[in-house]
């Protein structure tokens, strides 16, 4: 294990068993003002994630020992740390799986450096706003709301379906609220993301897309036929009105 450490930079800690890969994404974040902590496997890398001063952990998939969503899910237990899972591995299955488990992010290895930057500024930037905003900041709900058997309680931040509480990550309670609060509205892709992260995405980023489809799986939505999400072609997305739903 490499250790980077500085006086009070921002304290990454990746995870990755591609050495020449650790070598120089370590070298360039440093270079970019960061501080970075190198983990080459999964048992490793879960004993160094446990530490609570990580200012945000990025994450491979494929690890020996103990894989990446192994990591993962043991880390949510107790953390909630922003984890940006950077991996080769693109399938759609494996994105909904990483985002499921409570990911923040998840970047395909092919991304560029600066992407990569951007992606982690922005994660840190959101992490430091989740603990500054007050309680009634602009992407709450005022008081509970309820389309058709979906029933939105702000004061728990919690999510009912059919009376069952749904668990849903951060990111997907967000996502919910950002539509619950135009019912019967199209929001695209853009302003979804800009209403949960605080920061504008380039129009092909696909992360909102994977986040509700994970969204509807939880909710026992389809996709075809949503009864609480409907998807607008090449527009964005709704939140089926109470009087509509089904």
């Known amino acids: 294990m490499t250790v980077t450490d500085p006086v009070r930079l921002p304290h990454i ?20 003002g960061f501080a970075v902590t190198v983990a ?3 048992a490793q890398g879960l004993h ?13 998939v494929m690890l020996p020992r103990i894989d990446g969503f192994q990591v993962l899910t043991q880390l949510r237990r107790h953390s909630k740390v922003p984890v940006l899972m950077l991996t080769g591995r693109g399938a759609e299955d494996d994105l909904v799986a990483g985002l499921e488990g409570g990911a923040d992010e998840y970047v395909a290895k092919t991304a560029s450096s600066r992407e990569l930057v951007t992606r982690i500024r922005a994660l840190l930037r959101r992490a430091v706003i989740a603990e500054s905003e007050a309680p009634d900041s602009n992407n709450t709900l005022a008081s509970d709301v309820s389309f058709g058997t979906l029933r ?10 059919e ?16 539509l619950a609060r135009y019912p019967g509205q199209v929001r695209s892709r853009e302003q979804l993301l800009k209403d949960i992260r605080n920061r504008e995405f380039a129009a092909f980023d696909r992360s909102v897309d994977v986040h509700i ?11 075809r036929a949503g009864r609480f999400i409907r998807t607008i072609r090449a527009a964005g997305y709704l939140l089926i009105e109470q009087a509509d739903a089904k």
Do not use: M
């Open 152 to 161: 939105i309680v702000p004061a728990a931040r919690a999510v009912y379906v």
């Open 163 to 178: 009376g069952k509480q749904v668990p849903l990550t951060n990111v997907e309670y967000e996502l919910l609220v950002s």
């Open 13 to 32: 800690l990746l995870i990755d068993d591609d050495q020449k890969l650790t070598r120089l994404l370590s070298g360039f974040l440093q270079s970019q």
């Open 40 to 42: 080459h496997d999964g």
């Open 213 to 223: 489809a994970s969204l509807r799986k939880k909710l026992g939505d389809d996709s």
């Open 48 to 60: 160094c994630a446990n530490d609570p001063s990580w200012d945000l952990i990025i994450l491979d």
